[in-house]
């Protein structure tokens, strides 16, 4: 097996600034919806880029991303640009980019941490180093397939996407309006698997400037324990080598199935980012 080697400031750079592009690509799409329904603003300070919706509350879609060492003198107008919009945001601190000047001045202003989320990525370059058991495709959980999910099928995309975590079904329209507007927009790539033809479980591929960035995963509960995102992410993987991507990145909770999945597939931790949010 190949030495495990740490990711230098320079390859973490990278990263993060995939996941920047896909976040601004989709928030970019959903602003271009008529009328910008959602209330969708993006706003670059300096090299961070801060993300808002007044429809759409959640940490996701009201975070800042990619802050450095050195930036303080951003941050008060970052948090004046969410307090007039009525907003607490969630601040992403990268390890190895940023240091304990930002984090002081977060405490100033009345941050504090409020968790943490980990990013994977592969070398595609590197011959595969495995830990991923053979998967049954057919066998005692089913027939397992997988396939593009079809532009009349965001609804389904929506409803996997609700229904695995737990939102109530009314979200399930929503959901589908932001999300179809990525459906044939260039780069993006829905995925459906399903255990004996019944819909089971979903995943999108962003593939940009030589990087693939698995994202918005999930698995309905009465389907999990079957192996299916593990033969998403294989599907997954496979596209973005014949895209010639030369990097694989993906975003997990430390320790979840899905960290293990990734881990299985050959992905390693990037880093382990911080997020800081204003006190209530």
């Known amino acids: ?7 230098d400031a320079s390859l973490i750079d990278e990263i993060e600034r995939s996941e920047i592009a896909y976040m601004s690509d989709r928030m970019t799409a959903i602003r271009a919806r008529p009328g910008n329904p959602e209330g969708v603003d993006i706003r670059e300070f300096g090299g961070a880029v801060a993300y808002y919706s007044e429809t759409m509350p959640w940490a996701s879609f009201n975070t800042v991303k990619g802050l450095r060492a050195g930036d303080e ?22 390890p190895g980019l940023t240091d304990n000047g930002l984090t002081r001045k977060l405490g100033e202003l009345g941050y504090e941490l409020a968790g943490y989320h980990t990013t994977l990525y592969r070398d595609l370059s590197e011959p595969l180093v495995s830990r991923e058991p053979a998967l049954q495709t057919v066998g005692d959980r089913g027939e397992i397939t997988n396939r593009v999910l079809l532009d009349e099928e965001i609804d389904l995309y929506a409803a996997i996407q609700c229904r695995a975590f737990g939102l109530p079904e009314d979200g399930i ?31 999108v591929l962003h593939l940009r400037d030589g990087i693939a960035s698995c994202t918005f995963a999930a698995t309905l509960p ?3 324990g079957k192996g ?28 979840s199935q899905s960290h293990r999945n990734m881990e299985r597939a050959g992905m390693k931790i990037g880093y382990i980012r911080s997020a800081w949010t204003a006190r209530s």
């Open 1 to 7: 097996m190949a030495d495990y080697i740490l990711p």
């Open 173 to 203: 329209r929503p959901v589908a309006t932001n999300n179809g507007v990525l459906l044939g927009r260039p780069g993006w790539t829905f995925w459906l698997a399903a255990v004996d033809g019944r819909p089971a479980a979903a995943g």
């Open 73 to 94: 003198s951003l941050l008060a107008d970052i948090d004046a640009f969410y307090r007039e919009r009525g907003r607490r945001p969630q601040i992403e601190i990268v």
């Open 228 to 255: 299916l995102q593990r033969l998403l992410l294989k599907r997954r993987l496979e596209e973005a080598i014949s895209g010639s991507c030369r990097l694989m990145v993906g975003q997990c909770v430390f320790l």
């Open 222 to 224: 009465e389907f999990r």
